[in-house]
């Protein structure tokens, strides 16, 4: 069941949000601190983080910068007591599902956490499947990674083979592994499993250098 971390000073404000959130259908944990929360572990279901701007340790907007880094997949609705344009503007633009001031109304703040509880389910979905992607890469070989490399920025197999050394004949088999091992059923969808890889951190093997120091022509996909 998706969770809702609830990080405020005020066991008030703790108390009947987690109250609503429950009735709501989700579960809910509350934490008095940045660094209680931050001891919790990760969860690995659905959830968002409902946090307080004002808090006694690391405040929301430093706590924002963190979640960030290390639970991607943990969307923010922020509630305070008070807040300008500028703070508001700099949570949203880091990515906040929403920013709200107390009092607020109970059913903007659940369509709030709905919407957050949505993209955590997403961010999910697609870390296991960049997973799943990245594992059908490390199958490749060496030589299959290069073809691939090439491939994917439209290279045809009479080229790749002259970048690599290779015949033509033997291009075509690494090709085919390689669409193989990455489940791949055309050349687009080989390129948007590239981007996939790339996107999400993986290196891959750069086009080699021609003789004379200039890497060869490109078609760069978006």
Do not use: W
């Amino acid at each position: 069941m998706p969770v809702v971390f609830i990080v405020d000073d005020d066991v008030s404000v703790r108390e009947s949000l987690a109250a609503m959130v429950r009735f709501a259908g989700f579960n809910a944990e509350t934490f008095e601190t940045a660094q209680n929360f931050l001891a919790r572990p990760r969860a690995l279901s659905p959830s968002c983080l409902v946090l307080d701007i004002n808090l006694p340790d690391l405040n929301g907007l430093d706590l924002q910068a963190l979640v960030a880094t290390d639970r991607t997949d943990m969307p923010i609705i922020f509630i305070t007591g008070y807040g300008d344009v500028p703070m508001t503007v700099r949570a949203m633009k880091a990515g906040a599902v929403e920013f709200l001031t107390k009092p607020f109304d109970d059913l903007v703040l659940l369509d709030a956490i709905r919407e957050a509880i949505g993209r955590s389910r997403q961010a999910m979905g697609d870390a296991v499947e960049l997973k799943a992607i990245q594992g059908r890469y490390a199958s490749l070989s060496p030589r299959e990674r290069e073809v691939m490399a090439l491939v994917v920025v439209g290279h045809l197999n009479k080229q790749v083979g002259g970048e690599l050394g290779i015949s033509e004949i033997t291009v075509k088999a690494h090709r085919g592994q390689v669409m193989r091992k990455m489940d791949a059923r055309s050349l687009p969808e080989l390129v948007t499993l590239a981007v996939r890889l790339r996107s999400g951190g993986t290196d891959m093997p750069a086009p080699p250098v021609q003789p004379g120091g200039t890497a060869p022509h490109t078609r760069r996909f978006a």
